[in-house]
């Protein structure tokens, strides 16, 4: 069971994607009386499932960094990439419909087409650690 993920939740060694979507990467620790602990835990798509499980943090967890690895077709080049997330829009009317800006300043969009910022709300900044 994973501190993060909560009780009665499993934590996996090897996870299969089924669709080729974006996911998390989350690195936390875990203080506890016998001293702090390093934990990682994937996510998958949406973006709604990171916001959910970062908002239930618990006492004695802290998250140190969130990476969006995204396929292909949504970073634009020719393989997956793991980047540092930076902040992140929802689509009010749409809610698969995601905005990740990653360290560099490089934003992703999950909707199909042209796409303004202006019709997403902002949702949260996730720091960049060293």
């Not at 006492?59 to 997330?85: C, D, H, I, T």
């Not at 934003?107 to 650690?129: H, M, N, Q, V």
Request: with cysteine; glycine share 6%.
């Amino acid at each position: 069971m994973s501190k993060l993920a909560g009780k009665g939740k499993d934590a996996w060694k090897v996870v299969t994607l089924s669709m080729p979507k974006e996911w998390f990467y989350v690195s936390y620790s875990v203080t506890t009386p016998s001293g702090e602990h390093t934990e990682t835990a994937l996510i998958t798509h949406p973006a709604g499932e990171l916001i959910s499980v970062l908002a239930s943090e618990s006492e004695g967890v802290s998250v140190a960094g969130v990476q969006l690895v995204s396929p292909p077709y949504l970073n634009r080049s020719k393989r997956w990439k793991m980047e540092p997330l930076v902040r992140l829009w929802k689509k009010p009317s749409d809610p698969l419909a995601s905005v990740y800006e990653v360290e560099g300043g490089k934003r992703y969009c999950t909707a199909y087409g042209k796409w303004d910022i202006s019709e997403y709300e902002f949702c949260r900044e996730f720091p960049l650690t060293c």
